[in-house]
């Protein structure tokens, strides 16, 4: 359907047309769009509420009122020390350089999965993907390989980059290249090709034509995708901790050694806060920003515009992105692979089948089939919450709703550690005495998965012509089956797409699943993370072995629910 030239028809006119159902007209449309409205949003807030304002503020409030009374004068003096100021200004400034050059090595990957259509797409596609869903410690660890002592580097250059911000830098590339390959590239190949073909015909060189119309569309897109990058690498802790040692610490690193090795709440407290506000300062001028640029987009089937490469300057500009991928994913993936593999007759691996009462109750291996249960569940919670909530947000009206756009994005600010132990503290009293139900740990999951969903949906979901919605209303029909009858069809691309996302990074979730995870249901995070910590080769070697598994885990499913596409409307 051609959105930019559909029409809504007009009622007839004069004494004889029919009258119009109740609630309809101006007034009783923007009665029932802000009800409709409210109502969406009933479930995300009280979600929020309950599993992630509830949780921080009990935290919070145990670290700063001792004795029955607020200690605010604990705020200065924590900011007023010179190390907190050098974690700030790190964590700040190696967060912008890290979504700068995310951004710059991963939109050429972003134009080729969207433009191109190329043998081994679908499954390099899921291999880009992979690393996003690596715990972060095992992400640290297998660029330790590559750039520390003894590592590739060093082993055929004599380079190490480890203790070096530039380390961290390439690790951040890594973890976070699918986010804005998948983000921008989802809606870049529902752009009709024709409206750039037309701007080159009037004469505008292909470098204007993509600046001037491809760009502006692409612009919501590639803000939710900076955003996000800039959000992980602000809150970054297994990867600065591994790769930074004792010179680099950002707040999320801070805040950890705060509670767990010096035990001084307060301080983690105050931490806490600054990156609560900063985060939501972040949210606020982001959305002002992606609002002002947002319009009603042509979109078009994506088969329609992917082409088998043309000429020598596309064949290179897929070269380019292929190596990209080989040197930047598969050569730290290829590394844990080859360390899984050390011991003899894939020893490790027999090893994850043995019980281990020294830090599991039950066999290692369990924990892949306890992910795979957590994770399915989180995706189902973050798909209703995320989805109502986009829908929710798609109605652009108001202080309130911008404020709940923010609000959504916080939990890939604040800090996991403090949503860790916000669960534990906050959620061990009826009726929320959760602390020995299965269904905690997709809770905090889930906490993470609903903003990519809303980030994943939002932009598709405002490109839809306004004015078939007012149709469908004006004809009678109830938001839920506008919903169904013309937001669906054109949104199920986007679906899957936050579908997978959820999925990945349930899998991968590690900083609050870490406190609540029981040690006879251990995640696969958990488990790589508490082997790590754990002298060894036998323990080291599992733990690669793990993170071995969960690559291939992450891998199959991505391309289960490649295959799944039968109209090609998803990204995964």
């Known amino acids: 359907m051609d959105l930019a030239r559909t029409e809504v028809a007009k009622p007839p006119t004069g004494p004889g047309r029919p009258k119009a159902p109740a609630g309809t007209g101006a007034r009783g449309s923007r009665r029932t769009g802000s009800a409709a409205r409210l109502g969406l949003m009933a479930l995300p807030v009280a979600f929020f509420g309950v599993f992630f304002a509830y949780p921080v503020a009990a935290i919070v409030a145990r670290g700063l009122k001792a004795s029955g009374s607020w200690d605010l004068g604990r705020i200065g003096e924590v900011l007023g020390d010179s190390g907190i100021r050098h974690v700030l200004w790190f964590t700040t400034w190696q967060a912008l350089v890290s979504t700068a050059l995310t951004l710059l090595i991963a939109l050429p990957g972003a134009y080729v999965f969207a433009r191109f259509d190329f043998r081994g797409k679908d499954v390099l596609r899921a291999v880009v993907t992979v690393p996003f869903v690596l715990p972060t410690v095992v992400v640290g660890t297998a660029f330790l390989a590559l750039v520390g002592r003894g590592g590739l580097f060093d082993e055929l250059w004599g380079v190490r980059l480890d203790t070096t911000v530039w380390a961290i830098l390439l690790a951040h590339v890594f973890f976070n290249y699918a986010v804005v390959v998948r983000t921008v590239g989802g809606l870049w190949s529902q752009l009709d090709l024709r409206q750039e073909e037309a701007a080159r015909m009037l004469g505008a060189s292909p470098l204007a034509a993509w600046r001037r119309v491809t760009l502006p569309a692409l612009a919501p897109a590639v803000a939710a995708a900076a955003l996000m990058v800039f959000l992980f690498t602000f809150t970054s802790f297994g990867v600065v901790q591994i790769l930074g040692g004792p010179t680099f610490s950002t707040l999320e690193v801070e805040i950890y050694r705060q509670t767990s090795e010096i035990f001084d709440l307060p301080a983690a407290a105050v931490l806490t806060l600054v990156q609560f506000f900063a985060v939501g300062l972040i949210l606020a001028v982001h959305a002002w920003t992606v609002r002002r640029r947002e319009s009603a987009l042509r979109l078009v089937d994506p088969s329609l515009t992917a082409r088998r490469p043309r000429g020598a300057g596309q064949w290179a500009l897929l070269g380019g992105v292929l190596v990209t991928v080989v040197v930047l994913i598969l050569l730290p993936l290829g590394v844990l692979v080859e360390r899984s593999l050390h011991a003899p007759g894939f020893g490790y691996y027999r090893a994850l089948t043995q019980d281990d009462s020294g830090i599991f109750l039950v066999a290692p291996i369990e924990a892949v089939g306890n992910s795979l249960r957590y994770a399915l569940a989180a995706t189902g919670i973050a798909l209703l919450v995320g989805g109502l909530a986009a829908a929710a947000l798609t109605r652009r009206a108001g202080r309130l709703v911008r404020g709940f756009d923010a609000l959504l994005m916080l939990p890939l600010g604040v800090s996991a550690v403090t949503v860790g132990f916000g669960f534990l503290i906050a959620l061990?009293?009826?009726?929320?005495?959760?602390?020995?139900?299965?269904?905690?740990?997709?809770?905090?999951?889930?906490?993470?998965?609903?903003?990519?969903?809303?980030?994943?949906?939002?932009?598709?979901?405002?490109?839809?012509?306004?004015?078939?919605r007012e149709a469908a209303a004006v004809l009678g029909a109830s938001p839920w089956r506008v919903w169904r009858e013309v937001d669906l069809p054109m949104v199920r691309r986007a679906l899957l797409v936050a579908a997978g996302f959820a999925f990945a990074v349930s899998l991968g979730e590690f900083g609050a699943t870490v406190f609540i995870a029981r040690a006879d249901n251990p995640t696969l995070p958990v488990a790589v993370a508490r082997l790590l910590g754990?002298?060894?080769?036998?323990?080291?070697?599992?733990?690669?072995?793990?993170?071995?598994?969960?690559?291939?885990?992450?891998?199959?499913?991505?391309?289960?629910?490649e295959r799944l596409r039968t109209d090609r409307t998803g990204e995964f």
């Open 428 to 468: 061990d009293e009826p009726p929320l005495d959760l602390r020995s139900s299965w269904i905690l740990v997709p809770l905090a999951q889930a906490l993470v998965g609903v903003p990519f969903v809303v980030r994943i949906m939002l932009p598709v979901l405002r490109a839809v012509d306004e004015r078939l």
């Open 534 to 561: 754990r002298p060894g080769d036998l323990n080291y070697g599992q733990a690669m072995a793990l993170s071995t598994i969960l690559m291939v885990v992450c891998a199959v499913a991505l391309l289960v629910l």
